[in-house]
């Protein structure tokens, strides 16, 4: 019913800045906080950044200060601007969006693919 598609990825040298956009599309008929993830090689996956349907954000400290999560309502599209990349951004990045997929229904969990971000001199 509804698919996340995640562009923007790729491979950067150290400093440089990539910009992740995440698009929903199906049957939406509400969608609450938006989310990115990441998943580095031997690592657990972690939260990057959120921002609800409101617009209030939240970034893991890591990434404070670099990273800006926006999203655009009408688009239903949640974007991650990446600034002053460094190596230890390399991972595999998803986006997560509660669903609401029918009139009553309740929320749904949806990621998208995954989307590489590599960083490396």
């Known amino acids: 019913q509804v698919q996340l598609v995640e562009s923007g990825g790729g491979l950067v040298q150290p400093g440089e800045s990539l910009r992740l956009s995440c698009a929903a599309s199906?049957?939406?008929?509400?969608?609450?906080?938006m989310a990115w993830y990441r998943q580095a090689p031997g690592k657990e996956r972690e939260l990057v950044a959120d921002?609800?349907?409101?617009?209030?954000?939240n970034y893991a400290d890591s990434v404070k200060g670099r990273f800006t999560i926006s999203r655009d309502n009408a688009k239903n599209t949640v974007y991650l601007q990446m600034n002053s990349l460094k190596p230890e951004d390399t991972a595999v990045y998803y986006c997560?969006?509660?669903?609401?997929?029918?009139?009553?229904?309740?929320?749904?969990?949806?990621w998208g693919q995954g989307i590489q971000v590599t960083v490396s001199s």
């Open positions: 997560n969006a509660p669903v609401r997929v029918a009139v009553w229904g309740g929320y749904v969990d949806y």
């Open positions: 199906g049957s939406i008929f509400g969608i609450s906080a």
């Open positions: 921002i609800s349907s409101g617009g209030s954000t």
